[in-house]
């Protein structure tokens, strides 16, 4: 089988709304009414196996058959409550949570495709065992339960059975701990996200009453317990942070962007061994799914704003305007648009190289777990042959790297040697961001190295090293 039963809508495109890991099922709710209307009907069962005459005074039934009757009725009731607060819960909350920062959500589904075993897949099989016993049933001579009862309570029975065995399953080969700790990481990313709504008061004036009282518990009373730091820097607590729609990919120098609790002026080279060992295939993939369908909006979006511009840009070259301030208005709708436009194609290659990232994580992880060659490492792109590839571009890309540490070692030696009595303090400090910036550079002379290797030759290496790394106005006007 290895299905996914009840999607909710928008799943893993919001914090709001996570997708659950494969093991455990896409959605709580089933699992929570089908064994709790089991365990309630066994409860209620052997209450009356000891109160008979005040339960059943005029009908004797076995245990059995009150079991199976006990187990249709709460069954049902279970499903059709469940049913109706998932429905009510995921239209009147998560969507509009959701349709705040996606265009287009995913919609529910009853069912999905997965490469691994759920739960869901036990229920469904239990379920099917419990239907397949009550078939004899049908040719039994005056049974104390009617067939429809037996029916339905046989099969919540065996859909019971089947979630805790694939539950015990999944615990027993250790998915289950695995899948629970990426559970618990989204739980508390959700919990996070909580405080963000009930202080967005123009969000809450959407919900429902119910729901903005559910919010305010989650938001204030389970948020509570957080650490204060966490709604500033939710990543040194191991949450992501909010998403935004700038890009933080380029900066000006290599590491000088963010610093180290240390306060070095370098980012410390992050240990990639350890970081696959760190990473969850599950989250992984969850998000390489999610920056596919925002790229392919923003790729969309890009389209009709090209378009657009077009369409104005006609307009413009072929419109008398009766006053230079109508003109103006005109250039400056152009010039605006021509700024989104650019952000929504930088948007959308940001996307794309974090999908390429992602899925060389994710192949990488997998050859690793499978001691697989050295092939199963190696990225792949049907834009070069890396054998026979000239690799002028990167190695004039390095250049840049080796004139600006070369710029800064002199900068540091210099304020190493530097007398003042302010520079004096700083000293220690300097000599570290030394020798960063010379191991750094040696780096960056063994890449160039060995990327010339590969090149044609060094002398015909005619790329023009920019300084300038933005483009001229009149072509990229981001600034309105």
Known sequence: ????????????????????????????????????STALAAGYTSFAAKFTRRVTPHTKISKTALFIRSSARLGIWALVAGAAVNTYYHTRFTSIVVA??????????????TEKYTVDDGCLAGAALG????????????PSVSWWARCVGMTNIGACTGVVASHAYFQYTGE????MEVLEQQRQRRTLEFHHLFWDKLLMAKFDLP???????????????????????????GLSPPATTESNATTESPGAAEKTPDDRYYTAA???????????IESIQNEVKGCEREKQAALKEAAYMAYEISRKQYEFCHADFPTEEDRQTRMRELQLMNV???????SADELDRRVLIGKNWLRQITAWNSDDARSGWLATSTLCDPETHDPSLSI????????????????????????????????????????????????????VFELEKKAKGPHKVTVKVVKEDTPPDNLEPEKP
Do not use: C
């Not at 992050?270 to 969850?280: E, F, G, K, W």
């Not at 080796?402 to 040697?417: C, G, H, M, N, P």
């Open 211 to 237: 729901i903005q009282q559910y919010v305010r518990h989650n938001g204030i009373f389970r948020a509570y317990h957080l650490p204060a730091e966490v709604y500033d820097a939710p990543e040194k607590f």
């Open 100 to 113: 705040q920062t996606v265009k287009e959500p995913t919609p529910a589904k009853l069912w999905d495709k």
């Open 176 to 179: 289950r701990q695995k899948a």
């Open 1 to 36: 089988m290895v299905v996914r039963l009840f999607i909710p809508p928008g799943e893993g495109q919001h914090h709001i709304v996570p997708k659950r890991p494969d093991p455990l099922g896409a959605n709580a709710t089933l699992q929570y009414a089908i064994v709790s």
């Open 396 to 447: 004039a890309e390095m250049r840049k790297f080796q004139d600006q540490l070369t710029d800064e070692i002199r900068r540091f030696e210099a304020l190493v040697k530097s007398p003042a009595k302010q520079d004096v303090e700083k000293r220690e400090k300097w000599k570290t961001d030394l020798d960063d910036a010379r191991i750094m550079l040696r780096a960056a002379d063994q890449v």
């Open 131 to 142: 239907f397949v016993a009550f078939l004899p049933t049908l040719f039994m001579r005056r």
């Open 340 to 346: 989104a436009f650019n952000r929504l194609r930088a």
């Open 270 to 280: 992050p240990d990639h061994a350890q970081h696959l060992r760190n990473l969850s």
